[in-house]
């Protein structure tokens, strides 16, 4: 009867010994890009210590880097790419326009505002991120720009004013706060309060009213037919890193840029701290040094996590060179174990890490990376192109689709074919004879 026993207390011993930090650093290595710019949102809500970092560096060897450089000096990375928007179909180009190209038209029509106005403007929709919030501390911004702080403030409140509720907001709680107060809802006071506790919004939201959490979201709802038709939203489709073709058979690994990713410690509020502790009670110094504590644990979990994403993709990018440049037979399925050993971690860390990651090929094509592990995951491609294009009359079977591929020099039977399309949730041939015939009556 001992041995149970035994077992329990040593359980809640280890339990007792779980280090936060693992909990955090396996938490933030599993969440995709979307996700964890949400969980940081969270914890530079809570922690005074933490801020966004202005300046760039590499995600790899964190080499402080000038804004306008293409290539890490100190480690040979890529970590910029400038070749802009990827659009599905070429031939739409002139056609469609980024979400902030139609903010820009938009505000321009109904907004007067002076040239040395419409510089701002411009620099304020560049800052903008894919959701339309200006995810900068407005002081700094200003300072940056060399203007003050209240003529950039003007150019925003200018804008508000004439119907673009949140514009230039910093987030979804500022940007929902804003709409509260046009809407009537709370006053300026209270939207101090509910600032500092965000909590107390969902009271408000209870009242059935509809608020956008997103600038862009309430933008695109107000388009018009035409300005929906024009949007191009191939950039809405979220990832977490691009691989960029850098010539020759060369590929390099970019994270997606996120301000996030480039969070860092609040050297001006650390030096406060320093110089005010003595005025503190014990109790808010043990809580103000735990914070501290907390904050370096973060960007150490956050540093990590880019890093080994950025090498893991690499290794990846690097093995599937001849696939990327356009192969389909020379894919080659990866394990998680080869690319642990490759770099030297374990194999938990690149379950982790690669876990729900997103990647945008030079193809322009967005694709989770647990396809790189997929040994079927190309003759899938082949199969789903295929039929996409087959004639409606005479729909391929599996056996001619199987001796594409064969062709095609993939070794595959006609049984593989008809479990790989089972599993694309594709109906067999004579079944899709009988949809295609049904859709055209
Ligand atoms: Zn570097």
Redesign the pocket.
């Given at each position: 009867m001992k041995k149970p026993e035994l077992r329990q207390s040593l359980a809640m011993h280890q339990k007792q010994k779980m280090i936060p930090k693992m909990m955090l650093a396996g938490e933030m290595m599993m969440l995709p890009l979307e996700e964890l710019e949400m969980k940081l949102e969270q914890l530079l809500q809570e922690n005074p210590f933490l801020e966004f970092e202005e300046r760039m560096f590499?995600f790899?060897?964190e080499?402080p880097l000038d804004r306008y450089l293409d290539f890490?000096p100190?480690?040979g990375?890529i970590?910029r790419n400038d070749t802009g928007y990827y659009l599905e179909d070429p031939g739409s180009f002139s056609e469609k326009r980024s979400f902030k190209e139609l903010l820009e038209e938009e505000i321009l029509s109904c907004v007067e505002l002076s040239k040395e106005e419409l510089k701002l403007l411009e620099v304020i929709l560049a800052n903008l991120d894919e959701e339309g919030f200006l995810r900068l501390d407005l002081r700094k911004f200003a300072f940056h720009l060399g203007v003050p702080e209240d003529q950039l403030q003007g150019v925003i409140e200018k804008v508000r004013a004439e119907g673009f509720v949140g514009f230039a907001a910093a987030d979804t709680l500022e940007f929902v706060l804003l709409q509260c107060l046009n809407k009537g809802l709370i006053t300026l006071e209270e939207s101090f309060q509910l600032r500092k506790h965000p909590e107390k919004i969902r009271f408000l939201l209870k009242k059935g009213e509809s608020l956008f959490v997103s600038f862009r979201e309430f933008f695109e709802a107000g388009l018009d037919e035409r300005g929906r038709k024009e949007l191009d939203d191939t950039r809405r489709v979220s990832y977490d890193a691009e691989i960029v073709a850098l010539g020759g058979d060369e590929y390099g690994v970019l994270l997606f840029d996120s301000p996030y990713l480039k969070l860092t410690l609040n050297e001006g509020f650390i030096s406060l701290f320093k110089d005010k502790r003595s005025s503190l009670n014990s109790r808010e110094q043990s809580f103000l040094e735990e914070r501290l504590h907390e904050a370096r644990e973060i960007l150490s979990c956050l540093r990590y996590r880019n890093s080994l994403l950025l090498r893991a993709l690499e290794y990846i990018v690097f093995r599937e060179k001849k696939y990327l440049a356009g192969d389909n037979t020379a894919f080659v399925p990866l394990l998680q174990k080869e690319v642990a050993e490759a770099l030297g971690v374990s194999i938990a860390a690149v379950c982790q890490v690669l876990k729900g990651k997103r990647v945008l090929l030079p193809s322009g094509v967005v694709k989770e990376v647990k396809f790189f592990f997929d040994p079927s995951y190309p003759a899938k491609q082949v199969i789903k192109q295929l039929i996409q294009k087959e004639d409606h009359k005479k729909p391929l079977s599996d056996a001619s689709i199987a001796a594409y591929l064969r062709k095609q020099g993939f070794s595959v039977s006609r049984r593989t074919v008809t479990l790989y399309r089972d599993q694309l949730g594709i109906l067999p041939s004579h079944s899709r004879k009988k949809l295609y015939a049904s859709m055209t009556s």
């Open positions: 590499c790899a060897c080499q890490c100190n480690c990375r970590v």
